[in-house]
Structures are given as structure tokens and as C-alpha cells.
């Protein structure tokens, strides 16, 4: 049974920091894509960062310079290190694994990120 648990969510204020988690099971992690979306109240679910098997990493316009997205994969485990977290941060964090070039496709449950003073 395939399982993406995220963690490390939570209120904020503006200008904080939070490291998101998630941690995968029942998949061969080193061989999937990892990505970080997120999708606030009335809006669409977004990219917010990826990266690949091989390490290559890509982000939103929107969160470059202040994201940073990383994978452990001994641990299981792929990051999102969050810096200079504005309102517009504000969301539900969803972790996806991917195995490109074909049909598996997985999500977590999703954690709660609020930026607010």
C-alpha cells in the first residue's frame, strides 16, 4: 500500500520559516518524481516545486529564491524548506510522487500551512 504522510505544517507569521516533510512508503522512492503543490480556499491546486529522481529541481516564480525543495532518499523522504513565508503562502501543502512515463501516481493527505500575525 502506497502512503505520502506530510508533516511539519502549522501557523506562522509572515516572514517565518517552516520545513514541510514527507515521508514515503510502498513505493521505490529513488525512482519517482517529487513534488510539492499546494491549493488555497477557491483556488486551483499548483506546483510549487519539483524534483526528479536524478536531483533536478524546479519552482514557481512565485516561491524561487525563498523555497527550497530536497530529497533523502535513505530516509524516504522528500523536504520543502520554507523562508520568508508571506499570507499569499497560505495553504494545504500536498506532497506527489510521480513515476514518469507511466500511470502511477500518488498523493498525501495534504498539511496545513498559515501565514498570519
Not at 7 to 18: D, E, K, R, Y
Not at 97 to 106: E, K, L, Q, V
Amino acid at each position: 500500500q502506497v502512503q505520502l504522510v506530510e508533516s511539519g505544517g502549522g501557523l506562522v507569521q509572515p516572514g517565518g520559516s517552516l520545513r514541510l516533510s514527507c515521508a514515503a512508503s510502498g513505493i521505490t522512492f529513488n525512482i519517482y518524481n517529487m513534488g510539492w503543490y499546494r491549493q488555497a480556499p477557491g483556488k486551483q491546486r499548483e506546483l510549487v516545486a519539483g524534483i526528479t529522481s536524478g536531483g533536478k529541481t524546479n519552482y514557481a516564480d512565485s516561491v524561487k529564491g525563498r523555497f527550497t525543495i530536497s530529497r533523502d532518499n535513505a530516509k524516504i523522504t522528500v523536504y520543502l524548506q520554507m523562508n520568508s513565508l508571506a499570507p499569499e503562502d497560505a495553504a494545504v501543502y500536498y506532497c506527489k510522487a510521480d513515476w514518469f512515463g507511466t500511470r502511477y501516481s500518488y498523493w498525501g493527505q495534504g498539511t496545513q500551512v498559515t501565514v498570519s500575525s
